[in-house]
């Protein structure tokens, strides 16, 4: 993480990062990072995350922010190297992997959140029967860690820090090549 940051900051605007996409949660998580380390990388967004995944295991872009399901297993066999997880906690499925924070960006923290969504017609039972269901397979085998999870997140106010973090970085000035311009096209800047 450190090589990265000093070689950003001796060469502005020269290393890339590749996303999701425009407004995606890597497009996020990595503007927050470049915000948070003072640094100015080139944004590359692709169609999705296989693509911008693709292209970082290519070495045609310098820094991905990946959701780890996507790049666990390239980080364990050596063909990507994991700089740091973006939770305040090291991730159990690479526990050698450093934090963000602890690596070089004090305070870095970006989590991707997912919602299940259905057309507004559904009848209540398939919602209920659905909710149930997701319920049911997303919580672990030990109930104090979901309880814990929960009350991390909302006991010690997550949506506040991250809503408090996304606003710095969405009225930070622009450097480099984003220089004057809005994080998001078509949007109003204060």
Excluded at 37 to 60: N, Q, S, W, Y
Excluded at 127 to 146: C, F, K, L, M, N
Excluded at 173 to 181: E, F
Aim: glycine share 10%; hydrophobic share 40%.
């Amino acid at each position: 993480m450190r090589e990265l940051l000093q070689a950003a900051k001796a060469r502005p605007g020269q290393l890339n990062f590749s996303s999701a996409g425009v407004g995606s949660g890597t497009h996020f998580a990595a503007e927050i990072f470049k915000s948070m380390a003072a640094i100015d990388l080139v944004h590359v967004p692709f169609k999705g995350i296989p693509e911008a995944l693709a292209e970082t295991l290519a070495g045609r872009v310098q820094l991905f922010m990946a959701p780890i399901a996507n790049s666990v297993n390239y980080v364990r066999d050596g063909r990507l190297v994991g700089l740091g997880v973006s939770s305040l906690r090291r991730d159990p499925l690479l526990p050698e992997v450093p934090r963000v924070d602890e690596a070089g960006v004090p305070g870095y923290e970006s989590e991707l959140w997912f919602g299940l969504l259905t057309a507004s017609g559904v009848p209540r039972a398939i919602i209920d029967r659905a909710a149930a269901y997701r319920a049911g397979g997303i919580r672990s085998a030990d109930p104090r860690r979901d309880r814990a999870i929960y009350e991390d997140r909302a006991g010690r106010g997550y949506q506040s820090r991250v809503r408090l973090t996304w606003r710095a970085v969405f009225r930070a000035p622009r450097r480099g090549p984003s220089a004057g311009r809005c994080l998001l096209p078509g949007s109003v800047c204060p």
